[in-house]
């Protein structure tokens, strides 16, 4: 985990856009924070139509990111963790979870924020999660994308630059 090679994400006057966040439920300190990052923001870039809808866990992300994407949002963000286990459970919620939100952009053509922490331990999730402690904000990273992705879609479909 290094964090290293981020771009600069250029916060812009995205009031316009209407989003939905799609999060898990499990690990209820890491969720807050991904959903706390992500709150932040929206609020950075001005967006005020939203909605959030919590699901059981990650492996539930893309069907209801697929109903979402289907009631016109120009953005959805998916957040979840899974944290690697001793079964290969970790392996099959992870790429159903990748995939599963993969086809929800393409099927859709709407911009997905893929904020879903594939973690070895608790700890990097922590180190992810957006916390007060955390290095990172990954809710924050994920919305801030899947607004950016939005803008250029919108820019592509109206063939401007």
């Not at 923001?41 to 289907?70: C, D, I, K, M, N």
């Not at 086809?103 to 879903?116: C, I, K, S, Y």
């Amino acid at each position: 985990m290094s964090g290293e090679g981020a771009p600069d994400q250029e916060v812009f006057d995205a009031s316009g856009l209407k989003v939905a966040i799609v999060a898990a439920s499990w690990h209820t300190q890491v969720m807050d924070g991904l959903l706390g990052g992500a709150q932040r923001a929206l609020a950075e870039y001005g967006v005020t139509q939203h909605r959030t809808v919590r699901v059981p866990g990650t492996f539930e992300l893309p069907v209801v990111a697929s109903a979402l994407a289907a009631q016109g949002y120009d953005a959805v963000v998916a957040l979840g963790v899974v944290i690697r286990g001793g079964t290969p459970h970790f392996d099959y919620v992870c790429n159903a979870a990748t995939d599963g939100l993969v086809r929800v952009g393409l099927d859709h053509t709407v911009a997905v924020g893929f904020g879903v922490l594939t973690c070895d331990n608790d700890q990097q999730a922590f180190e992810r999660a957006g916390l007060p402690h955390s290095r990172e904000d990954k809710g924050y990273e994920a919305t801030s994308a899947a607004l950016l992705t939005a803008r250029t879609l919108a820019s592509v479909r109206t063939g401007t630059p």
